[in-house]
T-cell receptor, first 112, second 111 residues
């Protein structure tokens, strides 16, 4: 059973702080990793993808991947109240279909 | 939503009725993925289709659920004889450059 695990939260951080979201996955053959943001009642929005070990930065967001430890994380710098949402970690386990396995998400609350 | 269209956005059905959910992928795309999000749960893969073919239906419930993507028109996810446990948000996604982009979803409520 391929799994993706996330702490459900809520993770509460003050405005301007760094929010750190973590995700672990069960299958070493995984190749592609994604972070989606989902506001309440809305659809998931892709914010980061990462395929290689190390860090990938895009604006205030940094994704970190460690395949040996089977975890992927998302850092949000200078957190804003508008970042308050559920963050979903998704993993593509390979194969021809590219289907994604999602974690249950971490609820982030940025306190003004 | 990157050009992925879904309708209706909200659908209310009584137990035993049929629900039809439609999805049009990004322009020029011929593949769609369907996912379901039950209340307080993560997204679960249901089915992957290309025009006129079901590629992977490993996430589809064995009964009452079916999906198609005809040569012309949108992809349709069909749920027969709905039950309250079918109440959920149903999302479809387009695939581009190894990434999936989701439509706005259909929120199904079964009374």
């Amino acid at each position: 059973q391929k799994e993706v695990e996330q702490n459900s939260g809520p993770l509460s951080v003050p405005e301007g702080a760094i929010a750190s979201l973590n995700c672990t996955y069960s299958d070493r053959v995984s190749q592609s990793f994604f972070w989606y943001r989902q506001y309440s009642g809305k659809s998931p929005e892709l914010i980061m993808s990462i395929y290689s070990n190390g860090d990938k930065e895009d604006g205030r967001f940094t994704a970190q991947l460690n395949k040996a430890s089977q975890y992927v994380s998302l850092l949000i710098r200078d957190s804003q109240p508008s970042d308050s949402a559920t963050y979903l970690c998704a993993v593509h386990y390979g194969g021809a279909t590219n289907k994604l396995i999602f974690g249950t998400g971490t609820l982030l609350a940025v306190q003004p | 939503n990157a050009g992925v269209m879904q309708n209706p956005r909200h659908l209310v059905r009584r137990r035993g009725q049929e629900a039809r959910l439609r999805c049009s992928p990004m322009k020029g795309h011929s593949h769609v993925y369907w996912y379901r999000q039950l209340p307080e749960e993560g997204l679960k893969f249901m089915v992957y289709l290309q025009k006129e073919n079901i590629i992977d239906e490993s996430g589809m419930p064995k009964e009452r659920f079916s999906a198609e993507f005809p040569k012309e028109g949108p992809s349709i996810l069909r749920i027969q004889q709905v039950v309250r446990g079918d109440s959920a948000a149903y999302f479809c996604a387009s695939f581009r450059s190894n990434e999936q982009f989701f439509g706005p979803g259909t929120r199904l409520t079964v009374l």
